[in-house]
């Protein structure tokens, strides 16, 4: 079997995420502890019994959501589940514990690294206020005019920032632009078009203020050669050594996510089955539309993992 495991990103996470599990399965739960104890406050506690608008705040919702796909899998293993991924690979957010799972980074460093993202694009939305919108039915070279377009009427920055699945991406910039932009999409004959609920422009220029600070830390980080190969948000190509991880670490800040093109790499590679780790089902989903045949299975509930073993 050539088996890819994904981790999602920002938009997955829901109160409650990784509790059932961590009270299934031990291992599961020691992880959590661990994170407890290496952020010197409760992230257990946040997710499973805090509010939405708490476990929404990027600054809370990047560890949180490492931590979950990071325990899914933990639990998995720990049930007597021993395939190797031939790939990994996670989309935004998610690609930074898909460096974990794949040994480039510690647990504790890839913790410390997803507390300092948040904390700079929190930092960076103030300094630069944007925002985002989905936008469905239209292909991603619409889209990129659109955003050209846009930008240039408006005299602001607006990109494509997360290419789903055909049909479906997300654009993030200036207010202005972003405004611009959506019209300009349902002009176009998008089906949809979604303001999203976040404050922040991410994978888009306006997180440049924070790229250098967010580099030096990157650089301060023990990194080493992944043990399975871990696709780039930002080229949809495996990352070849060391310093590669470093670069793409820092300008996935400001590029898209390319995650149609990294489906699509990883079906040209041969993968049948892909496995979600963490909360919901949102790249499993995103699989399907990019080919039905795949076979998508989702780790975030103890009866996935007695499907798995049995």
């Known amino acids: 079997m050539t088996l890819a495991f994904l981790f999602p990103g920002q938009g997955s996470q829901a109160v409650g995420m990784g509790q059932a599990l961590a009270n299934a399965h031990p291992a599961a739960m020691a992880l959590w502890q661990k994170a407890d104890e290496l952020l010197g406050f409760s992230l257990s506690d946040l997710c499973w019994n805090g509010t939405e608008e708490a476990l929404n705040d990027t600054y809370n919702t990047q560890p949180a959501l490492y931590v979950a796909g990071l325990a899914a899998l933990t639990a998995l293993q720990a049930a007597g589940y021993s395939e190797k991924p031939t790939f990994v690979a996670g989309h935004s957010l998610g690609e930074i514990t898909a460096l974990a799972t794949a040994g480039a980074l510690s647990f504790a460093d890839g913790l410390r690294l997803v507390r300092e993202r948040g904390r700079l694009m929190k930092l960076a939305g103030e300094r630069q206020p944007g925002g985002m919108a989905a936008l469905l039915a239209l292909s991603a070279e619409q889209v990129h005019e659109l955003c050209a377009q846009a930008s240039q009427e408006t005299g602001e920055q ?153």
């Not at 080493?224 to 300008?251: F, K, Y």
């Not at 963490?278 to 780790?299: P, W």
Request: proline share 6%; hydrophobic share 45%.
């Open 158 to 310: 607006v990109q494509l920032a997360n290419d789903n699945c055909p049909g479906q991406v997300v654009i993030s910039g200036h207010e202005g632009a972003l405004i611009r932009a959506m019209e300009l999409a349902t002009a176009a004959k998008a089906k949809k078009v979604v303001r999203l609920p976040v404050s922040i422009a991410a994978h888009s220029p306006l997180m440049r203020s924070v790229s250098a600070e967010y580099s030096d830390f990157v650089a301060q980080l023990q990194v080493q050669l992944p043990q399975a190969p871990v696709i780039a948000n930002a080229t949809a190509l495996p990352l070849a050594d060391v310093p590669a991880i470093r670069t793409e670490l820092t300008s996935q800040l400001t590029s898209p996510v390319r995650w149609t093109e990294t489906v699509q790499y990883l079906l040209a590679q041969g993968v049948t089955t892909f496995i979600e780790f963490g909360s919901k089902d949102v790249l499993k989903s995103l699989v399907r539309r990019i080919e039905r045949s795949a076979n998508g299975i989702v780790v975030d509930a103890p009866e996935h993992i007695s499907t798995l073993i049995s």
